[in-house]
């Protein structure tokens, strides 16, 4: 017979009590494990809501400003360079963007993954008022755009049809189906976009080819806007590496909102994590607690081992299995309350995000939950160990 | 085999201190058999604790087979109890989440003596009569079955000394009249006992009785 039998044995006759001290060391947990879950759900609903903030790397042609001078004289400056970009390039973009994606995310993906939205700027004259005329790539724009809504009418399909900013089509005063002339093209109002609040809402937006056509800009777009669908993407190596590879582009990458986006996530998570370690040390509390007592019920049984040969050490380690007993357990009920916790309270904090138990997390809800048991019982077991023999056999 | 020379034993202090034992001196020689007796309070159950090691002294010395033991370090008495001394209680104190042979097998767990336990255990619940109950936890047994028990455990680290604290004190005469002359054929054998009781009558199956009043040897008869 060896000694964690003894435990054992001894365990499964108190397993009320071993229970309930596990169910301290499974509170901290379970709230830790469920912590961990909601945060892992929210990020990724968080990461959908930040991507509202718009593109997160923006492309535009090099432009230098040249200082004219004449002896001290300045004579003012001179944009030098193009101020279109050759369509041609979007390819070579596009391939950076992904390649740079794949590589820090480490996935073999062949398809398109950033998001590559070229736009053609124009000022135009429709029905006698000025306006920004927008050439966008239908698709990738909508896909950037993602909190675009259109509720009147729908969203441009065909090479002729529109779709019109808010104030744009107030001050147009026009309807889904309405037509109008640019540059002597005809095009139709298929919807008006829901008010934004950005400079959408004054502009008119044709698709790109349309666009280069009838501003006789073929082969030409104003800028690119990049976005990058994952959290943390490089985007900074992104920009580096256009700007490297593409000759008379400049590539930004829009670092504030970047790094806005991954403060905010972080510092929820630190948050959370520190509610996780305070609930953690209330619960060591309180399994400290039920070990004391443990020792105090136990003074005699205590006292009996030592007076049959029992050493200190050996009493220390009686109490640090028990501990891990109580650690296993503790952990395993942590781990399932606390994911039935992040079920239950997830959507009502994030609501609508998709929580999914993380099985991952057993192995640290484990770890944690013995590590607890064991500094718990630390004290505990060191007192039990100093239990006199004689004095603990008076006290029966 | 055992000598004490001058031994007492405070609790308290000040005005509330009280002598449990008040210079005692006593020796005890391999083989013999040894009732202390006299009234509560008297020192007897002390006397034992102090000679098991189980309890520290105020002063005086204490040897246990030449080697003075009163002042070893705890480490050091854990190697006394393994080896030199086995205990049996009024009380029993058995594990109760252990059965009968598992309770007889503890000592060797805690001296990691685990060649042959198995079949010294039993061979121990055999002397004490109970192999037919090895595999029964400590409440299905009666009284003096848990004390036949408690006695295989003292047994099995082959101690030669046994202290036993009233070890009938909670059984009817007869059983407790069965266990006694257990402890009787034990020292026949040639174990060391010395047995604390309060009975007369049973103090009379030891060849020497040693009486104690307020922490002090009274009388040390040695019987035909």
């Known amino acids: 017979m060896r000694l964690y039998q003894v435990v054992a044995k001894d365990a499964l006759r108190r ?63 001179l944009a030098m360079g193009d101020t279109y970009i050759d369509d041609a390039k979007l390819p070579t973009v596009r391939k950076i963007a992904d390649d740079a994606i794949r590589e820090s995310l480490n996935i073999e993906d062949e398809g398109n ?32 755009n993602s909190w675009w809504m259109v509720s009147n009418g ?7 049809e529109a779709l019109l900013g808010d104030r744009a089509a107030s001050a147009l005063d026009m309807q889904p189906g309405d037509t109008f002339q640019i540059e002597g093209r005809e095009i139709t109002v298929s919807g008006i976009l829901d008010e934004t609040g950005a400079n959408a ?37 992104i920009a580096a590496a256009i700007n490297q590879n593409i000759a008379g582009v400049r590539a930004v990458a829009v670092k ?83 994911t039935a916790l992040s079920y239950a309270v997830g959507p009502v904090i994030f609501e609508g995000a998709k929580i999914s138990y993380v099985p991952e997390y057993i192995g640290p809800a484990l770890g944690v939950a013995v590590m607890v048991a064991l500094v718990s019982s630390a004290y505990p077991a060191f007192r039990a160990s100093r239990i006199k023999v004689a004095e603990s056999i008076r006290s029966m | 085999m055992l000598e004490i020379r001058n031994v007492t034993r405070a609790y308290g202090h000040g005005p509330s201190r009280v002598l449990a ?10 083989g013999e058999f040894v009732a202390v007796t006299g009234p509560s309070g ?75 336990a198995h079949a010294r255990g039993t061979q121990m619940l055999q002397k004490v009569g109970l192999s037919h109950r090895a595999h029964h936890k400590p409440s299905e047994l009666s009284g003096g079955e848990q004390q036949r028990v408690a006695i295989a455990r003292a047994l099995i680290n082959n101690c030669s000394l046994v202290l036993a ?33 309060h009975s007369p009558e049973t103090a009379r199956l030891a060849r020497r009785i040693v009486s104690m009043e307020d922490g002090r040897i009274v009388k040390d008869t040695i019987g035909a």
């Not at chain 1, 509170?27 to 930040?50: Q, R, W």
């Not at chain 1, 509202?52 to 001290?72: H, I, W």
């Open chain 2, 42 to 116: 008297s020192g007897k159950t002390t006397l034992l604790n102090v000679i098991g090691g189980l309890d520290g002294i105020s002063g005086g010395e204490v040897f246990l087979e030449g080697e003075r033991i009163d002042n070893l370090s705890e480490a050091d008495l854990v190697g006394v109890r393994r080896k030199k001394i086995a205990y049996v209680f009024q009380q029993y104190h058995l594990v109760p989440s252990l059965t009968a042979l598992e309770n007889v097998l503890l000592p060797l767990t805690f001296s990691s003596s685990r060649n042959g």
């Open chain 1, 201 to 237: 809402d004054y502009q008119v937006f044709i698709p790109l080819q349309t666009a280069q056509e009838v501003f006789s800009k073929e082969g030409l777009v104003s800028s690119v806007d990049i976005r990058a669908l994952c959290l943390g993407c490089p985007v900074e190596v």
């Open chain 1, 256 to 338: 504030q909102i970047a790094e806005s986006e991954m403060n905010v996530i972080n510092k929820v998570q630190d948050f959370m994590l520190a509610i996780a370690g305070i609930t953690l040390v209330l619960g060591m509390f309180g399994v400290v607690n039920t070990m004391m007592s443990s020792v105090h019920e136990r003074t005699k049984d205590i006292g009996i081992m030592k007076a049959v040969g029992a050493s200190p050490y050996q009493i220390v380690r009686l109490f640090l299995y028990e501990a891990l007993i109580v650690g296993v357990l503790g952990g395993m009920i942590g781990f399932g309350a606390g």
């Open chain 2, 165 to 197: 604290d009233e070890p009938t004190g909670n059984l009817d005469r007869k059983t407790g009249a069965g266990i006694l002359e257990l402890f009787t054929e034990l020292n026949q054998e040639g174990y060391t006992l010395i047995l604390v009781t």
């Open chain 1, 154 to 160: 729908v969203y441009p399909g065909g090479p002729n």
């Open chain 1, 113 to 144: 993954i950033a998001i590559v939205a070229p736009k053609l700027y124009a000022k135009s004259r429709i029905n006698e008022t000025t306006v920004t005329v927008v050439g966008i790539d239908l698709e990738q724009e909508s896909l950037l």
């Open chain 2, 21 to 30: 034992l008040d210079g005692v001196s006593l020796r005890v020689e391999k």
């Open chain 1, 15 to 77: 397993r009320r009590r071993v229970f309930y001290t596990a169910l301290g060391v499974a509170f901290g947990v379970a709230v830790v494990v469920a912590l961990l879950t909601v945060s892992d759900a929210g990020e990724e609903k968080i990461a959908a809501e930040l991507d509202k903030y718009g593109p997160n790397l923006m492309v535009t042609p090099a432009t230098e400003n040249l200082e004219l001078q004449l002896g001290d004289l300045s004579l003012g400056t």
